[in-house]
């Protein structure tokens, strides 16, 4: 398995499939447990991430590893990756196209992490995973299961940084994850 990864990453890290190999300095792949039961998913890697070389790095990542801890979920233990690999220049939503080209990496961490339960991180990620008729506003918080995987979409960490209703609402559905996590439904109800 550590041999699939280790391709993975060589892959990635020379990658220019899109456009947006010429603009970035390195891609970032993802970051943490490679047998996680959760996968967090975002747009694409900020500046921060791209010097870090993780996924979520600065305030947003604070305050999901935050959010995480305070719920009993260690957050090594969870696995966190990008629709796009790829900074984008001014920090700009990804082309389709370039979300196309890069889309076969997650499918591949998809593959080899095989996580029970998907949280979509703002609405791109969440319209690239979920389909394109899905709602953000009327439909985050809402699990749903595919392929035996249960998955959700709530706010992007850096949209609940500036706090208010955003992050309280990031907060209960992560409060809901931790509830399937712990052999519970979303709303704490035992399945
Ligand atoms: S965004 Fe994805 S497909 Fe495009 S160059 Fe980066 S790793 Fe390759």
Redesign the pocket.
Known sequence: MNGRWDSLHAE?DS???????RS?AA?V?GCGSRDARMMMVGG?PSVADERRGRPFAGPPGRLLDLALTSLGIAPGSVYMANV???RTPSDRD?FAE?AD??L??LRAQFTLVRPEIIVCLGEFASKRLMGPDFSFHADRGVWSERKGVRMAATFHPADAVRGGSVKEALWLDLKGAKALLSGQGPGGQAK
Do not use: G, Q, T, W
């Not at 990658?15 to 190999?21: A, D, N, V, W």
């Open positions: 990635c990658c220019s499939r899109c456009p947006l190999s970035r891609p792949l694409h796009i690999k790829c990804p370039e080209s890069c076969p990496y």
